[in-house]
Nanobody, 124 residues
Framework: VQLVESGGGLVQAGGSLKLSCAAS?????????MGWFRQAPGKEREFLAA????????YYADSVKGRFTISRDNAKNTVYLQQNSLKPEDAAVYYC?????????????????WGQGTQVTVSS
């Protein structure tokens, strides 16, 4: 299983980015819950958002609710994270992950596969 994130970079505070995560190596993308996490230096990995298999249900951490939007395209085996109104405290390495747990997994140990991450830097 391979997850490849892209779309990170440097953006000014208040700006936007759209992260992508392309999955390959398994045939059950549409049967898996997808999530996004981030980790800043010296901090624990933080849950941000998860999306159900069909995309019909979405779950967010309070820290990003209303600013970030998770979506998926099962035909492309890709999950996205649209980030708006970025703040300096959003700077981190962002990871996508795969879970086979039903519901809304929020803990990192509920996710089985992880990408290598993409860096987001927000300047003030």
């Amino acid at each position: 299983v391979q997850l490849v994130e892209s779309g990170g970079g440097l953006v000014q505070a208040g700006g936007s980015l759209k992260l992508s995560c392309a999955a390959s190596g398994y045939v059950t993308f549409s049967n898996s819950v997808m999530g996004w996490f981030r980790q800043a230096p010296g901090k624990e990995r933080e849950f941000l958002a998860a999306i159900s298999r069909s995309g019909g249900s979405r779950y967010y951490a309070d820290s990003v609710k209303g600013r970030f939007t998770i979506s998926r395209d099962n035909a492309k085996n890709t999950v996205y994270l649209q980030q708006n109104s970025l703040k300096p405290e959003d700077a981190a390495v962002y990871y996508c992950a795969v879970s086979f747990i039903t519901g809304a997994p929020r803990a990192a140990n509920e996710y089985r596969y992880w990408g290598q991450g993409t860096q987001v830097t927000v300047s003030s």
